[in-house]
Each structure stands twice: as structure tokens, then as C-alpha cells.
């Protein structure tokens, strides 16, 4: 019995277009909502540790004594936690996907701005001075 419903989908599918792509020939279909790694602009970066402390897996670390941001491509799920929770949206998800790793790595480090510092106000005519 089983040996006919075999013989059946064998059949079938010597007559039929498959049902896969042919990947490495034929490049994926990429969609407004793929999501392929995390990209960072440095530029806006204010090293909270939010999406450190948001990602599931532990893959983000940052140093903020150092001003380095840094990603772990082998631990990171592309959830895009990071994403939502980053105040300032430095971080977005690129549709690209990442290169295949062949070897344990993958780590990206970046060294971002860290917090814009506060100019001092100048003291206004008048006001009395702060004695330390």
C-alpha cells in the first residue's frame, strides 16, 4: 500500500516545477519586512545599554568608560528587540542579510559618540556665584 502512495509522489514530482528556488542561482526575494542583521549609527549613540539590557540573547555588549558598541553576529536571534527599545533609533534592521561565517566569530565592534556633554551655562549679571 505504501509502496503505490510512494510511487505516486514520485511521479508527480518528475512531472512538476519544483517547489524550492534554486538559492545560490536564483537570489532570495527580499521583503520591506525582512530581517536580515542590526546596523548601528554611531553618530547617534548615546551608550544607555538599553538594547544591551533588552537583548534575549546577550549578543549586544556596551562599554560606555570605552565608547564601544559591540555585537556577537553568532549569538544575535534578529529578533529586534534592540530595535524598539533604542531611544535615540541609531539601531535598525537592515533587509540585507549577513554573509555566512564559516568560523566562530562574527563579533562587530563599532566605537560610537557616547553622550553629548552639557556646555556650562554662563552665569547671568547679577547671580551670585557657586563657591565649591
Known sequence: MTYFQNA???IK???SRPSTLMYPAK???KMAISRGHVTI???KCITCRSCQRKCPTQAIIVEVKEKTWQI???RCIVCACCVEV???KCLTMDT????ALTARGGVTKVTVAGPKKKEPVA?????PEKKE
Do not use: E, N, R, W
Open 86 to 88: 533604542c531611544p535615540t
Open 8 to 10: 505516486k509522489t514520485i
Open 13 to 15: 514530482s518528475l512531472f
Open 123 to 127: 552665569p547671568v549679571d547679577g547671580a
Open 96 to 99: 540585507q542579510y549577513p554573509v
Open 72 to 74: 556577537d553576529q553568532m
Open 27 to 29: 537570489p532570495a526575494k
Open 41 to 43: 549609527d554611531p553618530a
